[in-house]
């Protein structure tokens, strides 16, 4: 009985992306609060408007990558980029952490 909890614990740790696992969530809500909330919504699912895009439920790796290149300007948004350039390198893996553990709003049932 143990080995069948510790296999499936095992293949579960195995689905988080290894950057969501070392995140704060926490602190990740509160920066998304203080940044991100007035225009994407808090769960990142909610944007102010349809030309927003929804962020929950996001790959972790991808939303970093685009904050990291909206701070160097290697991605080019006035908006986005003024908003990255305050992030540290751990608030933007905490946002991005935050962001994928909310429920995916662009799924659909069938």
């Known amino acids: ?3 069948r909890i510790l296999t499936c614990a095992a293949a579960f740790a195995a689905l988080v992306p290894a950057g969501v696992a070392a995140a704060d969530i926490e602190a990740g809500k509160k920066k998304v609060q203080e940044v991100c909330a007035a225009c994407h ?8 408007t349809p030309e ?5 439920g996001q790959y972790p790796d991808y939303l970093a990558k685009a904050l990291r290149d909206y701070k ?8 986005m ?8 390198d751990k608030d933007i893996e905490n946002v991005s952490a ?11 049932k069938y």
């Open 1 to 3: 009985m143990n080995l």
């Open 41 to 48: 919504g808090i769960d990142g699912g909610q944007p102010t």
């Open 52 to 56: 927003y895009p929804k962020l929950s």
């Open 72 to 79: 160097s300007g290697a991605r080019k948004n006035a908006i």
């Open 81 to 88: 980029a003024g908003m990255a350039a305050g992030l540290s």
């Open 98 to 108: 935050y962001f994928y553990t909310q429920p995916s709003v662009l799924a659909s």
